[in-house]
Every structure is written in C-alpha cells, then in structure tokens.
C-alpha cells in the first residue's frame, strides 16, 4: 500500500512516501521555515525525483496532534484535499506516537514531549513490546519542572525524544535524551505507523478528522473563568 | 468556433466564512455553499481568531465537497482554484490557502492567489450585468474605506482611504459600546430604522482637498455622547443615536464619492465590502450618484457579505490574464489592494 505521511506539527516539515512495510523517500527541513511556502514544493519534489506517480497513492497519514496548532491545520488540510482529490483514505496519527516510532526499541520507556509554550509540555509514554508500540501514559501537559518526577516515577529506564533541548539540564540522572537525528518528527513513521493502523479497519474518509488540539483556545479558557467568577459573584 | 467555457473554484476562510463556489465564465453561479461561524464568535463580542481557524478546518473540505456536488462539476472539469490569500486573520487563511494549494497540486490545476477586497468589487460583475471598467468602486468593510478607480479588470487605483478607523470598524466600535450584539454593523442598521436621524448632530469629518476618511473623531463624539448622559444618569436614546451616527457615516461616504465622480468624470459605481449590505447606504448613495449623472451597482445582499462567489469571480479574470501564483503562495494578512 503506497502510502504518503506529512507531519508540520513542529517546526519541521516532513514529507515521505512508503510501500507496505518500505520506507522509499524523505524529504524533512529543520530550519525553521514556514510550512505554508514549504509543504506543496516539498510533496512536489518528492513525486518528481522519485518518479512515483502521486495519483498511486493509496493511503494518506497526517501528524495530527499535539503541536502548534496553525501547523496542525496547514498539514490537515493539506492531507485531506489530497485525499479527497485522489478519493483515498485518510489516517491521523498522534504526533507524540510517531515520534515513539522513530525508536523501535524494547525494554526502556519512550517519552515523546513537544513544547506546548509558557514553559509547558505536552508528554505521553510509551512501550515496544514484541515490535508493537503501545501507549503507557495517554497525552498530558506538564510543567518542565514537573517532567522529571513523572519520569522518575516508573522506576525504568526513560528515553525522551522530541523538544526536550530546554529542559536537558533539569533532567533527572536515569533519564537518556534520545539523538537528535531520531527526536524530530519523521514523516517515514508517520506514513508507517498510520499504514499499520489503518489495515484491517473500514476506513473510506477523505476528510472530517480535527487536530488534536489539546488544549482549548485562550479566548474559551477566559471566558469560562469569566463566567465562574460572575457565578460566585452572584452567590 | 465558441471558446471553450471557464469553470473556476472559489475559496475563501479569511474572516468568519468558510465559503466555496464554482462559477462559469465569471458569471454564472453554479454554487454558493457559505459556512459562517457568526453564531460562535457572538458570546465573545467579535472574531477570535484560534477559534474561527478551529472552524474553519472543521468546515473547509465539507463546503468544498458541496460546492462541487451542488454546481454539478468535477474537480477534474475544474479550470483553476481561486483562494482568498489576504487581507484577513493569518490562521484563517492558511487553512484555504492550504486546501487550495493541495487541490490544485494534487489535481495538476492552476493555482490563483487573490485579493478578498478584489473580490468584494468583483462581486458587481454578478450585479450589473452590463458594467465594464472603468468604474468608481466604494469599499467599505470593517478593516477598509476607500475609492478606489478599476480602469481595467487587472488595475487598480487607490486614490484615498481612511487614516485611522474603517468604516465598518466605527459601526462595530459604536454597537459594542452601545451593548448590541455581533456583528454590530446590522443591529446598528436595525437600530437606526426605529430613530431619528436628524435628533443629534455628529460631526461630519470631510478633511477637505483629500480623499481620504477618518471615522475615529466621529466615533469619539458618538462615544462621548452617550457617555454624558450616562453620566447624568439620563437615558441613551439608543435608536436616535444609531440612526444619527448612521447618517453621519453615510453623509461622508456620499459626499466623497460624489466629489470623486465628478472629478473623475465616471459613470459608474459600485458598492463593495460588508457595510455594503447597509440599505441606508445603499439607497443614499444611489441618490447621491443620481445628482451627479452616475449609476450605482451594488451586489445583492449574499454577495455583499463573505463569499467564495466574488473570489471565484475575480479569479476568472485573473485566469484570463494568466495571473497564477505557484505552490508557494502564502497568507498575507495585511494585503494592499492593488498589490498582488
Ligand atoms: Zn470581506
């Protein structure tokens, strides 16, 4: 199944193609540049030094969540207009999963964190186990410095990977900060890992999925606080 | 032998609408499929931008898949995909921006970035069937006023706009100080239909030998006279305020363009923008251009407000005019008119 992954949930900007278990090409930037210039000549690119032709796709994998959130939408709409135009089926993977993807290794714990801004992250674990990856600890944010104790709590050997640059140095002893090639997104395990878990499921959606936001818009949380501090006014 | 008929889809998510439209030969809407996010913003006064952005990609392929399926036309029949790039909140737009340049990748079809407030001039093409350039263009909205000549359909000139507030910002400003509901330009129209135009006198800024506006000192006295009689715990004859404030507004935007008409010696024209929807302005300035031997065009009440209609509209010109942009076509919040 020639499958296209495109994740812009970071900085990065990632695209790839795979063929059933195969990676077959990647083109990622890491310099800060703006997806919305980037992504289309990135996934043009890609078609014309491979060859492949992109109306073969058959299966289209987007990095939806946690991340910026104009990022977010940059690489879902763009997944699902090509996904709608070609009539192909559509997959949103959890950002912090496919980067976990990036390291297929069993016996430690993968903790995939992504700057979620003001000092927070976004942080999930998770486990290889018999070459399946499996969620530990779902998607939460956290406090920098609340990251170690959460770490250190499971009495394991911890590998976090992603945006952890800020915070190196208040990591506990015990926990290994993966290299830096395998901690930015990849879209090769973007396009696998939504490949493996698209198999077997009825899927013929072209659009509808939402980012995985996470958190609410600041406008919402304000105007909620408003409404409690008027409801306690009143009392 | 004919010339082969021009299919050209429309979108546009710069504001509050997730719009689509496919249009025929620049003048025959087939669709006109319009997902606006009014009813969201409300409990918040106006637009907030993260959460239209979260709208619009929920809304984006579902008006798109409409719009098609209504007018009845393929993408693959599509001749190129227009896309509203700018003015407007950054997020918005990237998300069309975004759908658009991945259609037209994924579908080998013509990219072609345009202008909102080009589009909302563009409308007029739908409303006066006869009207060619040049024309006088009136564009008032809430981020812009000014006149603005189209000498032909791909030029443009600005030859004044305001110095601080748009007009439809003034309309917005006054109905949120007023306690009206968003959006404020209609329930100040609404408003203004129970009052008495003429009960209080608001100044009338002209700034002589200029074509620019300035709307703010109009806004503050409006503001300040309602203030005053808060302060003397008197009541804001609400109505009478809207309807004088109204006028006061339309009384400059007429006089201006009058002025320009007879400078310029144009025939024609025509509204565009949000505020054109007002029918005060519409009938006044209607007059106005009468008085001065020109004609008013405005578009008709859907295609005044957001749409993808008028974005499809002028990207058939611009398809005409082999104005396409390529795959790196960006948002561009602050977009000139005239500047592409
Ligand atoms: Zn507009």
Redesign the interface.
């Known amino acids: 199944m020639l499958t296209l992954g495109i994740d812009t949930a970071t900085k990065v900007c990632a695209v790839a193609l795979c063929r059933d278990g195969q990676p077959l090409a990647a083109y990622e930037i890491n310099m800060g540049m703006t997806h919305s210039e980037g992504l289309v000549p990135q996934l043009e690119q890609l078609f014309t030094r491979t060859g492949i032709n992109k109306r073969d796709i058959e299966l289209m994998s987007v990095s939806i969540g946690p991340g910026s959130f104009t990022g977010l939408r940059i690489g879902l709409a763009t997944a699902e207009a090509i996904a709608y135009s070609l009539q192909i089926p559509l997959v949103g993977v959890d950002t912090l999963k496919a980067l976990a993807y990036n390291i297929p290794v069993e016996g430690v714990l993968l903790a995939p964190i992504l700057d979620a801004q003001k000092g927070n992250y976004y942080l999930a674990l998770y486990e290889w186990k018999q070459g399946k990856l499996y969620e530990v600890e779902s998607v939460k944010v956290v406090t920098g410095g609340e990251l170690g104790n959460i770490l250190l709590a499971y009495m394991k050997p911890v590998v976090v990977l992603g945006e952890y640059a800020k915070i190196t140095d208040s990591l506990p002893a015990g926990v290994t900060c993966a290299p830096k090639t395998v901690s930015m997104p990849k879209a090769l395990s973007v396009a696998m890992l939504g490949m493996e878990e698209h198999l077997g499921k009825e899927n013929k959606k072209y659009f509808g999925l939402e980012p995985f936001y996470i958190r609410r818009s600041e406008a919402e949380e304000l105007w909620e606080q408003r409404q409690k501090n008027l409801a306690k006014s009143d009392e | 032998m004919s010339e082969k008929d021009i299919y050209i889809l429309g979108i546009e998510s710069s504001c509050d609408e997730t719009a689509a439209s496919v249009v025929k030969n620049g003048r025959e809407v087939l669709s006109n499929i319009i997902s606006t996010q009014i009813l969201v913003h409300r ?2 006064g106006g637009v ?1 931008p ?2 239209a ?2 709208k ?3 809304h ?3 008006v ?2 409409e719009a098609l399926k209504q007018a009845n036309v393929e ?1 693959a029949a599509i001749d190129a995909i227009a896309v509203t790039y700018g003015p407007g909140l950054v ?1 918005a737009l ?10 037209a ?3 080998d079809k013509p990219l072609i970035g345009v202008n909102h407030l080009e589009g909302h001039v563009f409308a007029n093409f739908l409303a006066g069937e006869d009207l060619k350039p040049p024309f006088l263009s009136l564009v008032v909205s809430g981020g812009h006023t000014s006149l603005l000549v189209v000498e032909d359909y791909n030029t443009f000139k600005s030859l004044g706009q305001t110095r601080d507030d748009a007009a439809g910002e003034a309309f917005d400003k006054i109905a949120r100080y007023m306690g009206l509901q968003y959006p404020g330009g209609p329930e100040i129209e609404k408003l203004a239909l129970q009052g008495n135009k003429k009960a209080i006198e608001f100044p009338r800024p002209m700034l002589p030998g200029s074509n620019d506006f300035s709307f703010s000192g109009l806004k503050s006295a409006v503001i300040n006279y309602i203030h005053g009689l808060e302060q003397k715990g008197e009541e804001v004859p609400k109505a009478d305020v809207a309807a004088s404030f109204q006028a006061a507004i339309i009384d400059v935007l007429v006089k201006k363009s009058q002025l320009v008409l007879q400078a310029t010696g144009l025939k024609n024209i025509v509204l565009a923008g949000g505020v054109s929807a007002n029918k005060a302005l519409q009938d006044a300035l209607a007059s106005g251009a009468a008085e001065v031997g020109a004609r008013l065009i405005h578009p008709t009440p859907i295609l005044c407000t957001d749409n993808a209609v008028m974005i499809a509209v002028r990207g058939y010109y611009m398809y005409k005019n082999n104005e396409f942009s ?6 561009n919040p602050s977009l000139q008119i005239g500047n592409r």
Not at chain 2, 326 to 331: E, G
């Open positions: 409990k918040f907030v993260e959460i952005s979260r619009h990609i929920e984006i392929m579902p798109i898949d993408l997020g990237l998300v069309g921006v975004s759908a658009a340049k991945a259609l990748f994924a579908n390529d795959y790196t076509l960006n948002a």
